[in-house]
């Protein structure tokens, strides 16, 4: 009897599971515009940076050849510097601002002038692992490691432009010149050093709101600046050593550094894989020197890491989960790594779902908008997998269920409250189907 009612409960289970994952796997299907993968319907209908590598991990797992087109899609948008813009804007739609005619980048297709987290080299490594049965298996020959070569090559020349043009002084941290940039658009990190950014004086519509509850949504004074940036950039022509220099916006974002040193690390691993050694020796060099940049940004009264604003040349004493990255990068030392683990599980308790944005016992936490307290799946899957690497198995585990419940409840939502595990902004989100089929749910 008692076997019978726990082979039912293990039936159940495994049934919902395979619901879930053939739900995942419709979203991405149908958010598929022919090649590139749209985050979700109407409110961002173009291809955006590193929700497309995401994208490409949560399609790996069934559909090798769709997740590699994913990445050549995206990199299709590389300008010649080696950029890799946030949007690549494949075809024209009218639910979105800033279009291409605000940006006015001049590129074929039309793109953005900025970047996002690089997540590209890590989705490539992923990929090839789905592809092989073992490190061995993959013929050098076969149209996908043609393909992974081919792309590799383009994934070098987008490390090579953040570190020429996002790092000019080889300090071995790199810098957004646009909250956007960071990928966690209104976190109160920025708030200060948005604050000194003069707000636009051209009037515009903002679509957003009119598709989403604006109380999940960054607000009308972020709005004006991060438009003034971009006009600010377009009258500099997007080169970047002009941006450098005249921008009022230039914070290293710890966030961003930690993807990019992991991404960085798996392009070498990736270096080596392709026989390149001319390239992974630069990458390692540069590694190492990225490794000790993090210094910069560690601080000795929090035990934590925080982003650190260059043009005030101070750290920035806004803890995020942001904070919390670097354990993905994976190359933390032991007593650094278990004063984040300590800090974020006091996170976890205060609230019932894992990991909020910001700390829910500051004044800054706000449960449902945006970067400012919810939980997202994309953070939860690096943060946990990080805690992973570095031992915390059992704070990595409960990040992962509690994931997975938030999906199972809630649905494949942009992103949650972390006090009630209600899904919030965009619905039938991709990456959010994503995380669920490469990690959440396996
Ligand atoms: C928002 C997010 C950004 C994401 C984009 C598309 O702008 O802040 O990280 O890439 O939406 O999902």
Redesign the pocket.
Known sequence: MVMDRQINTLQRVSETRAKLIDAARDILRRNDRGGYTV??DAL?PFQ????SAFCAMGFATFDIDRALTELEFLYSGQWASGLVP?IIFHRDADTYFPGPQVWGTHQTPPTSGIS?PPVTASALAYILDMASTGPASLDPESDVMRRARALYEKILAYHHWWARERDPDGTGIVAILHP?ES???NSPVWDEALGQVPATQTPFQRRDVTLVDSDMRPRQWEYDRYIYLVELYRALGWQGDRMWSETPFKVADVGLNAILMRDELDLIALADRFDDPANAQVLRARAARRRQGFDKLWSLERGLYLSRDLLRDRLVDVPSHASFLPLWAGTEPFDRAAALASELARWINLSRFGVPTIAPDTAEFDQRR??RGPVWGIINWMISEGLRRHGFIKLADEIKGHTAALIQDSGFS?YFDPITGEGLGGGD?S?TAAVGLAWALD
């Open positions: 985050p979700t961002y955006w940076n590193w929700d946030h996002q956007w990928g966690s658009d945006y970067w942009e989100f990456w």
